[in-house]
Structures are given as C-alpha cells and as structure tokens.
C-alpha cells in the first residue's frame, strides 16, 4: 500500500498538470462595431495570401460559412463558419478571442481547435495583421450555417488530448526578421511561414499529424494530392511569381488540385507580397538550368505512345500550335518529376478546369475515355519519355486504382 501511495500522487500531480494546460476559460461575447474601411482593406489582401476562403467554403456554400469536409489520416474534420453570425459563426468574438484562437488553437467558447486550422503557422503574424484580418471577416455577411458534426474516432473527440498536441509541437513566437537578408526576403520569409502557411501542406507530417522538424517545405501531401518540394526545386525568382500570381508558368506548367485556387487568391494579393513570397522560395531552390532532354526513342511504338499521339499531341506534341507559342512543356512538369504517380494521374482523370468565378488554363478529363490500364500505358510513356534521368514508377497499376476512387468518392 506505502508503494502504491508515490504513484497516486505523481498521477493526481500529472493530472491536476494536465487540467491547468487543458482548461481555457471562455472570452465573452461582445458587441463589434464597424471596422475602419482602410482596415478592412488591408484584412482582405491578408486572406487572399492565406486563401481563407478556401477551406472556409463548402462546395456550393457561402463564403467563408465554413462545412468544407478536411480529410486527415485520423479522419474528417469540417471547417467552421468564420463569418460574424452571432449563433453559427464568429459574431460577438472579440479581437482576444480571434487572437486566441490563431494562435493558440482555442475558440471563444474555450475549446481547443483541431490542427487542420494551421494555428501552427498563425503563431509568426503580427499583432497589426491579425487585427486587419479580424477587421475583414467582422465586416462580412452574416451566414447562418452550422458545421457538420466531425467523423473522428475516440479519443480524438476528445478536444483537450489537443492541448498534450499543442505542448509538443506549437511553438507561439512571432516572426523575427533576419538582418542577414534585405526587406523583401523577409516580407516573404514571413507570409510563407505565416498566414500563407505553404508548409501546411508542403512539409511532410509525423505520425501526430505536426510538421515534421528539420523538413520543411521537401514535399508534402494535400487533398489526396502531392505537394511537391519547393526548398531545392529547380525554379528561379521569376517562375516563381508568375506560377504563384497567375497559377502558370512557361517551364513547369499550370497549378491544378489543391494550388489552383491558392494562386487565384494569390492573383488577388498585393503585387510587392507575391513578389516577396516568390524571392523569399527562390533563395532556397535548385538553380533551374534547361529542362531535362526528353528521349524521342524510349517505346515510340509502345501502346503508351500511341495513347499520347491520339489523346495528348494536338495540345502537348512537339508541332502542336499551343506548343509553339510557348504553352509549358511536360519536361519540367513536376507531376512527371515527381517520385510518385498521382498528381499526373490526377490530372489525366479530372482535367483542369478553372472554377466559374477566374480564367485560367483548362484541360479536358479523361475519366471517361481512359480505361485503367490505358492509363497506365499513358503514364509510363509519359515518364519514360519527358523524364528519362527519372526511375521508373513501379506503383502504376495500384496508383491508378487509388486516384480514381479518389475521384468517384470525391
């Protein structure tokens, strides 16, 4: 019994520890006033760079009225309503509160918030930008519209395990510019890192869902997608810019999936913040060089080959019009760089197709024309041919399966 007593106390001790990290009170709700218009203004470029809208709308919804499904390898979580409805969204929410809860993870009510909100970015935004970017969502219309229950097993229910989360892997600092490089660099240094949290999705994560330490921005996943490197990726400062504001670049071809949407708001944002976030990126990839030879040899009379001559050459052949007036090559495509197959498959099945509210380039799907093992014909000329110094991808079969599940899920 005398040997029983030491443990109980060190768990009541570690449980009482854990219940003062755990517990938040909540903020009251208060009466918002009108924001200053300059404010405002100033707000709405911040969440162009932070692409708010995006995970804040459900397919068809208002915007920023929250319900859009978030798949996570622990399951789905669906975004909340961050207009300022006062019963379903952030009306009454004071600026603490809207603080708190991008930095901390913690809502107005005292709850912790689920990581998919990368309040492990938010942590790096200044005081000012917070405060304009609250001043944004406060003037917006109220929608009435309650989230979806999220579908996650116990014990990840339980909100306050997210407090254990945040005490290993949240680290609340802000930004602090480096004196060794010059303004812009470190505008960018801060929006890549801060409210554009590029890293979200284009670093690698552990088993706890946190962004694993020492990798940053090497590649990640994103809807299904791949995120590819963009620390040592062969692009230069100017690619870098017109792909973020325009969602197109000569070399590397047209954003699709999960970095569309990104480079529309982006081709919102102020002209100086795009150009910083693209100096800051370039400072730390390959240089770009001339696009891999692409071998004009490799199963030219492969069943691969003559899929591309009668679905792909008249847009993407060596002779085609679009090519020749400067249309991306497939050399530099990072979907045909990449170790592994999806995001070209991705883009084979789905097309590309600009949402009815922006331009942009356009590809037809082929889902309905292709068959499975056409696709994988497809892809292994494809590799073999735009990316000959490429290995092989031996998942093909398995990956195609993947994608197109995907898809009919989706």
Known sequence: MKAALPILLIAVVAGVAFASIAWHPAIEPVAVARPDDALVKRGAALAAIGDCVVCHTSPGGAGYAGGRKLATP?????????????????????????VRAMRQGVDRRGRNLYPALPYDHFTRVTDEDLAALYAFLMAGQPVRATTPANALPFPLTWRPLLAGWNLLFLDDRRYQPDPSHDAAWNRGAYLVEGLGHCGACHTPRNSFGAETAGKALIGGEAEGWSAPPLAGAPWTEASLYAYLRTGLDTHHGAAAGPMAPVTWNLGRAPDEDVRAMATYLASMTAPAGQPPATDNSVMADSPGAEIFAGSCSSCHGAAAPMTANGAPSLALSSTLQS???????????????????????????FSAILQDDQLVELATYLRAHFAPDQPTWTDLPDAVHRVRTEGNAS
């Open 74 to 98: 622990f399951g789905a979580i669906y975004s909340s309503n961050i207009t300022p409805d006062p019963e379903t969204g952030i009306g009454g929410w004071s600026l603490a509160a809207f």
């Open 339 to 365: 170790g592994e197959p999806g995001n070209l498959l991705h883009v084979i099945l789905g097309g590309i197709r600009p949402e009815h509210y922006r331009a942009g380039p356009q590809m037809p799907a």
